[in-house]
């Protein structure tokens, strides 16, 4: 079975860093091209960023680009997204999941917020 | 920015067919996705490449896909699918990937 873990999110003032990880199991992982992918509080799905399965390309929202960054390590089956900068548009649920694939994490909770 | 323009809302009776439809103009060469989101749930994949159907996906979800314009088919639609319902696909480089902006299914 496909299991997605996210962690990491919390709260954190405008301005600071966050680092979001995916915890991957039942699948092999470094076949899979992954995303992030975020939804705001009462909003549709937004794509944040891609990254294939051996670690390039990368591609990201316009949103984020220069303020996120996509990492995977391949032997951990972990997927990872450093978060800086962030600005209270930031906030939403951010789930990990496997490109135009089955298979979504619960999401993790971050709140941008003074 | 590439855009997918979905309707924000459709609604039918139970037993009856839904369509929600999703444009775009790199759909006549790229994949359309559809993904069904329950209330305070994990998006789940219905349809994979414009019109398969993922394991466990009940057989009255369909999709196809026709120039601009890719469609999610509900037939028979049933209470338990009210949901949010999200296309996704990338632009013409396939690098930007995209969701449309979701409708809301309402089956009542």
């Known amino acids: 079975e496909v299991q997605l873990v996210e962690s990491g999110g919390g709260l954190v003032q405008p301005g600071g860093s966050l680092r979001l990880s995916c915890a991957a199991s039942?699948?092999?992982?470094?076949?899979?091209?992954m995303n992030w992918v975020r939804q705001a509080p009462g909003k549709g799905l937004e794509w944040v960023s891609y990254?294939?399965?051996?670690?390039?390309?990368?591609y990201y929202a316009d949103s984020v680009k220069g303020r996120f960054t996509i990492s995977r390590d391949n032997a951990k089956n972990s997927l990872y997204l450093q978060m800086n900068s962030l600005r209270a548009e930031d906030t939403g649920v951010y789930y990990c999941?496997?490109?135009?694939?089955?298979?979504w994490g619960q999401g993790a909770l971050v709140t941008v917020s003074s | 920015s590439y855009e997918l323009t979905q309707p924000p809302s459709v609604s039918v009776s139970p037993g009856q067919t839904a369509r929600i439809t999703c444009s775009g103009d790199?759909?006549?060469?790229?994949?359309a996705y559809w993904y069904q989101q329950k209330s305070g749930q994990a998006p789940v994949l219905v349809i994979y490449?414009?019109?398969k159907r993922p394991s466990g996906i009940p057989a009255r979800f369909s999709g196809s896909s026709s120039g601009t314009m890719a469609t999610l088919t509900i037939s028979g639609a049933q209470v338990e699918d009210e949901a949010d319902y999200y296309c996704?696909?990338?632009?013409?480089?396939?690098?930007?990937?995209?969701f449309g902006g979701g409708t809301k299914l309402t089956v009542l």
């Open positions: 999941a496997r490109d135009g694939s089955v298979g």
């Open positions: 039942g699948f092999t992982f470094s076949s899979y091209e």
């Open positions: 490449e414009d019109s």
């Open positions: 996704y696909s990338t632009d013409s480089s396939g690098n930007q990937r995209v």
């Open positions: 990254i294939s399965s051996s670690g390039s390309p990368i």
């Open positions: 790199a759909l006549p060469k790229k994949y």
